[in-house]
């Protein structure tokens, strides 16, 4: 294996985790804790959306087995974008090298993602699982060339999801103050452009994103399949019909409440 190879593999992950208390907010992190458990060289950051960090999620931390770092920043209760920059800027501010992921704690993540994670040497976009409209949401990629976007929100630049992209974090220092700087719901596109100049700078991971192995928002005890299905399903189905069943199914708790 050559040297260029060698450091690839051998790059630390970084994953960047906002969490406010909510109901399930335990299940989702236990299930991170036993995705991220037995990948090396992998570090997590967690940054509560309090003036404090949680006793119960400084146990379950603990117990994991995973490297972490377990940090407090708000209340603000504005889809984490604070707390994941809280984040960017400690490992700014600190030098960590790696590449850095932004891993929301209810997402489900395959164990192929981690190896396509340490290919990044800028910047590296990805499918994500349960979202888009045809329920993988990814960019159309064809001899390594982008062609078009698989995705909601094509009026974005980089129309990605949180899960759908990383970086290395020897990119940020170039960044002065805010590094996540949007403030309403997303910022994905924001921060993308504040890394890289260009979309013909975007690396293409999983078979040239033909291959998925993360899902957003994948309810607890779901498996992927089951979880896209249900999707495809609900992008199918009439509002007048979908939201009472849905308020069935979160009284009974089965559907994932979302990072934020």
Request: with cysteine; charged share 30%.
């Amino acid at each position: 294996m050559n040297s260029a190879r060698q450091l690839q593999r051998d790059q630390p992950l970084i994953f960047v985790t906002p969490t406010y208390p909510r109901r399930s907010r335990l299940g989702f992190l236990e299930r991170c804790a036993r995705d991220f458990s037995a990948v090396r060289d992998l570090f997590w950051l967690v940054v509560e959306d309090d003036a404090a960090t949680a006793p119960d999620v400084e146990r379950l931390l603990a117990q994991s087995g995973v490297r972490h770092l377990y940090l407090a920043h708000g209340p603000t209760r504005k889809w984490g974008n604070a707390q994941r920059d809280h984040g960017l800027r400690h490992i700014r501010d600190q030098c960590w090298r790696g590449v850095v992921y932004l891993a929301d704690d209810d997402n489900k993540y395959a164990p192929p993602l981690f190896d396509e994670l340490r290919k990044v040497e800028r910047l590296g976009v990805l499918p994500v699982g349960r979202r888009g409209p045809w329920g993988i949401e990814r960019p159309i990629v064809r001899d390594g060339r982008l062609i078009r976007w698989n995705a909601d929100w094509k009026r974005r630049k980089y129309p990605v999801d949180m899960a759908g992209f990383a970086f290395r974090a020897e990119l940020l220092p170039d960044i002065s103050g805010e590094i996540f700087r949007y403030r309403g719901g997303g910022g994905e596109s924001e921060l993308i452009d504040l890394l890289i100049k260009s979309p013909v700078e975007l690396e293409f991971l999983c078979n040239d994103c033909r291959d998925c192995h993360v899902w957003h928002n994948l309810p607890l005890g779901w498996s992927a399949r089951r979880g896209l299905a249900a999707y495809i399903a609900h992008r199918r189905t009439p509002g007048f019909i979908r939201r009472p069943a849905y308020r069935l199914i979160d009284s009974l708790g089965l559907r994932g409440e979302g990072a934020y």
